[in-house]
């Protein structure tokens, strides 16, 4: 069941989300986390660091598992994912880092660290939430469009389109990666629940065609109405607005 919250603007959505994670770790403290990086839960994350400062929250026994990570950039690269997180939450919340997990990127064998990650995105017994962010592509995790699903974690080659999309984080494009190991569709699709946060109003087309068009690999964000569980989208109105247009039913 796909569950659209409506936030008038980014900090309002990200508040959504922030609440969505703090009901869960109440209820459970030693959650497992599925965690994104990219500028949509960077304000979920902001909110989270203040929760945890003023002790609403803990993340002492929580494990997380992230999605993916640029291949050829160490952890200690500031545009690498392992850098974001610690740089975005882990640094400045209660977690304990050896609970933390991320695909290596400098991996001499890519195909041997998917492997690895299958197995330590399994030792976690389920993930109790999912985060996710959309690409302007439809992809989810660094899944990109394709005509297959797949299912554990794999290497990708990032599309044109998405290495345009985070050029804006690099000195210049050249310097965007070209692969990244991500985890898998099925694998996503395994988590407990999904948190799908969608900002501004590049992403108003893609979410309508992900949420409303058909269920393809070409939009891999649309096998989320497949999702046995709840997908709780945090959106603010600029991503909501073609949703809005089209169909307005669904944001009553
Ligand atoms: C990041 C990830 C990606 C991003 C997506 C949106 O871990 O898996 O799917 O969520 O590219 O990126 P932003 O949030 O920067 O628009």
Do not use: W
Not at 99 to 106: D, E, I, K, R, Y
């Amino acid at each position: 069941m796909i569950k659209i919250l409506y936030g008038k603007c980014a900090h309002c959505a990200s508040v959504n989300a922030a609440d969505e994670i703090t009901a869960l770790l109440k209820s459970k403290p030693d959650a497992v986390l599925g965690l994104a990086t990219g500028s949509s839960p960077i304000g979920m994350y902001k909110e989270l660091i203040d929760r945890c400062a003023k002790g609403e929250i803990s993340f002492k026994s929580v494990k997380s598992v992230n999605l993916d990570e640029y291949v050829g950039l160490s952890a200690d690269h500031d545009q690498s994912y392992a850098y974001f997180m610690s740089h975005n939450l882990f640094d400045h919340v209660d977690i304990d880092k050896a609970n933390t997990n991320l695909p290596n990127g400098l991996a001499a064998d890519p195909a041997a660290e998917c492997k690895r990650y299958d197995d330590v995105v399994a030792s976690m017994g389920g993930v109790d939430i999912q985060v996710l962010g959309i690409g302007n592509n439809g992809h989810i995790g660094f899944n990109e469009p394709a005509d297959y699903f797949t299912y554990g974690t794999n290497l990708v080659d990032l599309t044109d389109s998405t290495i345009d999309a985070n050029s804006r984080f690099f000195a210049s494009r050249d310097l965007v990666p070209t692969q990244a190991i991500t985890m898998g569709i099925g694998q996503i699709m395994a988590a407990k629940k999904i948190l799908l946060i969608a900002l501004g109003k590049g992403k108003a087309d893609i979410l309508e065609k992900s949420l409303f068009g058909p269920v393809t690999p070409n939009v891999p964000a649309s096998i989320l109405r497949f999702f046995k569980g709840e997908v709780i989208v945090c959106a603010d109105s600029e991503a909501l607005s073609v949703i809005k247009e089209k169909h307005p039913e669904a944001l009553a």
